[in-house]
Every structure is written in structure tokens, then in C-alpha cells.
């Protein structure tokens, strides 16, 4: 039996001890935030990064800036269809109306022709996810974007160092990023705002100064979460500790994307967004970003691997990857109509393939009435799993895990016939 849980955290155990450390000297905003912004920017090849807390709290407080220094009353941003809810949530808080474009089939970024049919004479802004780490049709999409007058957010929670023809997403207008765990850079939460807009850095650094430091418990309860997770995904802590409780609990198995939404809505205001980051967050940043290249072609070679060993039905059902196209590979995803079935056959094999934690937005509580399209981003809600290909695993665990997984899915196919 193996044992091979559903993530990895990517800060590393030095990184944790080093943090305890620094605690009492490095918790207020300083010169390493400076360092850390500048660093980025030149990674990113724009010459402004902002650094906020979490990437929900920088793409709010890009929105309502951009609203203030353009004077717009009540303008609309399209979002496409299926992605993390905390994306159409910032540009509603930040007073913005939400219009849906449809995702493409082949991997669920938006559909530039929806993306076409939803403009009108209201929208200012697009927001795109690079979803799982695949940029989205960027040519099309930013082309569209500059044709139409629209300023285009770039979320880059799943792509960061991932490049489009030489150029790194996050620098075509305003970039989002997110260093929450499982990414694939970890500074106990955080993110940053990129742009070559020189009003909105100065707009957007004018409301950080505002923002008071972080209290020392908010960091040390950010650190204890990630090292909590860190320790129940590592080697003999994970069949230990969190594997009996997802396997004989059923802790973590159910679809709850819906109530995650519902208590995410509840308990994030606007006041839980405004602090500053922090020094010792930014210098976990700058020990992580130039190793960020050799970790994210990890979890490729995993999924070469991964796909090169599964017969061609279940290659079949992956959104498609040829294994050289631009991708982080932060989710290796398949799409499975019985996919909860598999969970559990899965995980008595000991492997945690993972539901998506994004989904189809207009299922969720309260946006089921904003206009646009989702026919594609609906069929697919609920059908997408992540098979693990994280830092935790290697070529050999890669192959193992091919033929289990492969072996159950053949098996509840054959079922189903
Ligand atoms: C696609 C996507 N966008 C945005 C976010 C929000 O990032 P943060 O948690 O830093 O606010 C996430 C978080 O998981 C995400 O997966």
C-alpha cells in the first residue's frame, strides 16, 4: 500500500524554523517587503508589485482603486464562469456588476468568444484565471481586451513562472497572485498586485499606508496553519494522522464548495483584508522564488509520467496536455462523472485524489442571477479531480499511482456499461 496525500506545502521546514525566529524583529511591514516587491517585479518584468495579505484582498483593493481614479459609477467586470469563488467576490464587494463568460471545454480558462458576445457598453474590465496553471488564450483575449478599451486582470493564483511567448502572466495589465498553501510559492498567505500602471501602484500604495501592521498572533496563527498542514501531508505523520481521518471520517470527501462559499461570505469583510504584509512573510518569498522554476517542473515531470502510464481511456478523460505546451501543472486534472466513487475506491488504495475546489460560480448561493453564459462551465461542475503530482511525489510513486488509478477507473467503467 502507498500512502500519497493530496497536496504539499511548499515552504520548507528551515523556512518554518527560521520564521519563529525572526518573529520578534521581521512582523511589520519594512525593507524586506521593499525587496521582496522589487524582486517580484523584475521576476514578473512589470516595474510595480504591491504586496497585500492575500491575493483576494490585492484584486479587491485593485478594482476599487481602479473604480475611484476613473470615476466609474457602477461599472461591470467579466469573469469567466468557473473558477475560484474569491474572484467574482472581490469585484462584487469592490461595487463592481458581475457578467459570466463561458470557459472552453479543452481547459476550462475563458472562451474568447464568449468573452466577445458578453461586452457591452458597461464593462471595463475582464478578469481571466490562468486555471490550474494553464494560461488562458492570452493573444486573443488581450487583444480583445485592448481593441474594446478594457483594463485586464490576470489571476494568477495556479500560474505562477509560467511564461506566454517569453512573457510572464501577470504582466500583460494587472497581475494577481497568491502565496496561500498549496501554491506554488508559500509565504503563510499573502499576494501580490503587479502592473505597469504607475496611477494604480501610487493609488494602491497610498491605501496600503493606511493600512495598520499586522497584529504578531495574525502571523503566528498564518504560520501554525501551514505548518499544521505541512506536517499531516509529510511522510509518517500523514498515514498516522490525517489518512484515517479521511478515509474511515469521510474528513475532507464531500463536496462542500458550496458551504466553504456560504462561511467565506459570512466572515471576510472588508476590514479583514486591510493589513500590511509582512517582512518575515516577504523573506519566506524571496528564499522560495528562485527555486520556483525546478519546483514547478516537478509537478510537470509527475504528470508526464502520470500520463504516460494510464491506458488511452483514462488519458482520455485528462484535460489535455502535451506535456511541452506553457503550464504549471499546480493541478493535474481529469474529469470524472462518478468522481466521489473513485474518492473513496481511491483512497482504501491510499492515494487522495482531490475534488476541485473551484466551480461553475452561478451555482453558488446569490450569483445564480448574473447575466452571462456557462453552459460548459455547469456541465463540468463537480466532474474535475486532481490527481496528486505535487513536490510529495516522484517519478516512481507517479507510476503507481497511474496503475492504481487507472485499474479503478477501467474497473467502475466496465460497472457502468
Ligand atoms: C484560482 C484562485 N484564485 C484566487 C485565489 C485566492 O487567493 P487568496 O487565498 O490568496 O486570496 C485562489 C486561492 O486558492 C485560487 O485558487
Redesign the pocket.
Known amino acids: 500500500m502507498v500512502f500519497v496525500p493530496r497536496q504539499s506545502i511548499s515552504i520548507g521546514w528551515f523556512e518554518f524554523l527560521k520564521a519563529v525566529f525572526r518573529l520578534p524583529f521581521k512582523s511589520s511591514c519594512g525593507r524586506e517587503v521593499k525587496r521582496w516587491e522589487e524582486l517580484f517585479a523584475r521576476f514578473i518584468g512589470v516595474p510595480h508589485a504591491i504586496s497585500f495579505i492575500?491575493?483576494?484582498a490585492g484584486t479587491y483593493f485593485a478594482l476599487k482603486a481602479l473604480k475611484q481614479i476613473n470615476n466609474w459609477e457602477k461599472p461591470e467586470i467579466i469573469c469567466p464562469s468557473y473558477?475560484?469563488f474569491?474572484?467574482p467576490w472581490a469585484a462584487k464587494l469592490a461595487g463592481w456588476e458581475l457578467r459570466f463568460a463561458d470557459v472552453l471545454r479543452e481547459d476550462l480558462t475563458m472562451d474568447p468568444q464568449s468573452l466577445i458576445r458578453q461586452i457591452n457598453h458597461r464593462t471595463k474590465a475582464i478578469i481571466v484565471?490562468h486555471l490550474n496553471g494553464k494560461p488562458c488564450k492570452m493573444k486573443e483575449i488581450g487583444e480583445i481586451a485592448k481593441s474594446h478599451n478594457l483594463r485586464l486582470l490576470e489571476?494568477c493564483?495556479?500560474s505562477m513562472g509560467v511564461k506566454v511567448n517569453e512573457r510572464q502572466v501577470g504582466s500583460w495589465d494587472i497581475g494577481c497572485f497568491?502565496f496561500?498553501d498549496g501554491k506554488s510559492l508559500g509565504t503563510f498567505?499573502g499576494?501580490m498586485i503587479t502592473t505597469s500602471d504607475s496611477q494604480l501602484a501610487k493609488s494602491l500604495s497610498e491605501i496600503l499606508d493606511r493600512f495598520p501592521e499586522q497584529p504578531k498572533s495574525r502571523i503566528v496563527r498564518k504560520w501554525f496553519d501551514s505548518l499544521l498542514l505541512k506536517v499531516l501531508t509529510t511522510g509518517i505523520f500523514y498515514p498516522l494522522l490525517l489518512y484515517p481521518m479521511l478515509r474511515w471520517f469521510g474528513y475532507l470527501s464531500a463536496d462542500s464548495r458550496k458551504k466553504d462559499f456560504l462561511d467565506f461570505i459570512k466572515y471576510v469583510a472588508e476590514k479583514d483584508l486591510t493589513f500590511k504584509f509582512s517582512d518575515l512573510q516577504a523573506l519566506a518569498g524571496i528564499s522560495q522564488l528562485s527555486s520556483l522554476d525546478r519546483r514547478n517542473s516537478i509537478r510537470r515531470a509527475n504528470s508526464v509520467v502520470f500520463r504516460a502510464n494510464i491506458s488511452k481511456e483514462t488519458q482520455e478523460m485528462m484535460l489535455p496536455w502535451d506535456g511541452k505546451e506553457a503550464h504549471t501543472m499546480l493541478h493535474d486534472s481529469i474529469v470524472l462523472d462518478h468522481g466521489m466513487n473513485i474518492v473513496k475506491r481511491s483512497l482504501a488504495k491510499g492515494i487522495d485524489v482531490r475534488l476541485d475546489y473551484?466551480t461553475n460560480c452561478r451555482n453558488l448561493p446569490g450569483m445564480e442571477n448574473f447575466p452571462g453564459e456557462d453552459v460548459i462551465g455547469k456541465k463540468l461542475d463537480g466532474k474535475i479531480f486532481f490527481v496528486p503530482n505535487h513536490l510529495g511525489v516522484n517519478e516512481k510513486l507517479s507510476k503507481r499511482i497511474a496503475f492504481e488509478l487507472d485499474k479503478l477507473i477501467l474497473e467502475s467503467k466496465a460497472i457502468d456499461k
Open positions: 492575500s491575493e483576494r473558477t475560484f474569491s474572484v484565471t489571476d493564483a495556479h497568491s496561500g498567505c499576494g473551484c
